[in-house]
T-cell receptor, first 120, second 108 residues
Framework: GAVVSQHPSRVICKSGTSVKIECRSL??????MFWYRQFPKQSLMLMAT?????????EQGVEKDKFLINHASLTLSTLTVTSAHPEDSSFYIC????????????????FGPGTRLTVL | GQNIDQPTEMTATEGAIVQINCTYQ??????LFWYQQHAGEAPTFLSY????GLEEKGRFSSFLSRSKGYSYLLLKELQMKDSASYLC?????????FGKGTRLHILP
């Protein structure tokens, strides 16, 4: 149980284009999903908390107009990197909480496999 | 704010025991997690401590002292597949904040 998928796994795009990354909870409903970014040999940095049916909550320093988050259903959240630039190249990982009781703690997160974004 | 410190890299020998330490300072503490992450992959859950003491799960154990802001992950009978990064992460309110991770190298 508690499986999270991401699509695509890898994407290469030209500078100035927009890229959409999907995060799905496959066997549970997730009212809350999280988006992280990880640069090489760095930690996972929380970008935003995605709440189903409401606006995402962004961490300090994260541009909400550049990283658009939509959580329109209980199983899907999307992150759109708008007008991507080479410095946006990174590993983007989503996670979700499973409120159905399968976690060791209410705040345990289950991670997707990540999306490697390369902006040329 | 929060601050999570763990060693950047460690090296150990196959079959041996290694302890990875983590110190943290945070408000709204809500448990401490350890995750394993292989290069290019997402983190996988190893352990969770919310009360002081030792939690044992097979070859892996995790310890927490809330008063000292200190945790460690103990790996026994090391195997080559244990070569990975180990992330100490602190639950803060409803979020999880990650440390920079410790890259563990296992020598045959």
């Amino acid at each position: 149980g508690a499986v999270v998928s991401q699509h695509p796994s890898r994407v290469i795009c030209k500078s100035g284009t927009s890229v959409k990354i999907e995060c799905r909870s496959l066997d549970f409903q997730a009212t809350t999903m999280f988006w992280y970014r990880q640069f090489p040999k760095q930690s996972l940095m929380l970008m935003a908390t995605s709440n189903e049916g409401s606006k995402a909550t962004y961490e300090q320093g994260v541009e909400k107009d550049k990283f658009l988050i939509n959580h329109a259903s209980l199983t899907l959240s999307t992150l759109t990197v708008t007008s991507a630039h080479p410095e946006d190249s990174s590993f983007y990982i989503c996670s979700a909480r499973d409120p159905s009781g399968g976690a060791v703690a209410y705040n345990e997160q289950f991670f997707g496999p990540g999306t490697r974004l390369t902006v040329l | 704010g929060q601050n999570i410190d763990q060693p950047t890299e460690m090296t150990a020998t196959e079959g041996a025991i290694v302890q990875i330490n983590c110190t943290y300072q945070t408000s709204g503490f809500n448990g401490l997690f350890w995750y394993q992450q292989h290069a290019g992959e997402a983190p996988t859950f190893l352990s969770y401590n919310v009360l002081d003491g030792l939690e044992e799960k097979g070859r892996f154990s995790s310890f927490l002292s809330r008063s000292k802001g200190y945790s460690y992950l103990l790996l026994k009978e090391l195997q080559m597949k244990d070569s990975a990064s180990y992330l100490c992460a602190v639950g803060r309110d409803d979020k999880i904040i990650f440390g920079k991770g410790t890259r563990l190298h296992i020598l045959p």
